[in-house]
């Protein structure tokens, strides 16, 4: 799975995550895939949680 | 619109020193400030990287990972690495019965874990597996040997029709050239068929918020 194919293979019904190789160790790359897992959303919930959330 | 749950995992394989592990894990959060809830992730440094790793990602949505899991708890075992250990750096996903753990130079067999998973290793560590090499197998047309994602799958505990662990089963595919849509749905309902025969076809089914296989 890299950027390129991302966007494509998400697009699928049967395809629920990917183990991502090579693509994964550059951090902008992975953040791609991540952003193409979530049908190209940026909005969400926050990665880092909010003070209050922390317990 | 309603997404599945989907788990996206940077396995690192032998890649990265603590360091520049760390550097990564920073960039990453300045990347990727928010992400759609039904969307989780993981990274799998090398075994040296994850306490520094995992330090850093311990109050994100980003798991800890683990590249191999060694099936016993504890004992004379050079170089392995049990689950109890990696669950006490936070680490929450093991990939097993990975292909290239598989090949000659190391060498993990088909069924290296052991069937019987109260003898093996702490249920909550979920096991991923990677079934990619599959269709690499078969469109090579040899046939021979094991294969690769079948040997993930006959590494996981239970017994067929019976629940297992949690498992979250998701993979890559190791061909690029090969990496389409369909060969990825393929890949996925051939690795879904392995484990609807050994847990079930309720526990190996698409669901409509997440995975049923957990």
Do not use: C
């Not at chain 2, 003898?119 to 909550?124: A, E, F, L």
Request: charge should be positive; proline fraction near 7%; charged fraction near 25%.
């Amino acid at each position: 799975m890299t950027p390129a194919n991302g966007a494509d293979l998400f697009r699928s019904p049967e395809i629920d995550g990917g183990l991502v190789g090579g693509a994964s160790l550059v951090a902008k790359d992975f953040a791609a895939i991540a952003t193409a897992a979530g049908g190209g959303l940026t909005a969400g919930s926050a990665i880092l949680p909010r003070p209050l959330d922390r317990d | 619109m309603a997404f599945r749950t989907r788990l996206v995992v940077a396995n690192w394989k032998m890649n990265k020193t603590p360091r520049e592990a760390a550097d990564w894990a920073g960039e990453l959060l300045t990347l990727l400030p928010d992400l759609p809830a039904a969307v989780e992730l993981a990274v799998a440094p090398a075994f040296p990287a994850l306490e520094r790793v995992g330090r850093m990602l311990q109050p994100t949505r980003v798991a800890l990972a683990a590249q191999d899991v060694f099936t016993e708890p504890k004992g004379a075992f050079t170089g392995e690495v049990s689950a109890a250990m990696l669950e006490d750096l936070g680490v929450t996903f093991g990939i097993v019965g990975h292909s290239e753990r598989r090949r000659e130079r190391i060498g993990d067999r088909d069924g290296v874990l052991p069937e019987d998973e109260a003898s093996r290793r702490q249920p909550d560590l979920a096991d991923l597996l990677r079934g990619g090499d599959a269709r690499r197998t078969r469109l090579r047309g040899d046939g021979a040997g094991p294969d690769p994602a079948a040997g993930g799958a006959r590494s996981l505990p239970g017994a067929p029709g019976r629940p297992g662990p949690r498992v979250r089963a998701r993979l890559g595919h190791r061909n690029r050239a090969l990496g389409d849509a369909a060969d990825g749905e393929e890949a996925h309902r051939f690795l879904r068929g392995l484990l609807s025969e050994r847990y079930g076809t309720e526990r190996a089914r698409p669901s409509g918020s997440s995975m049923a296989v957990r």
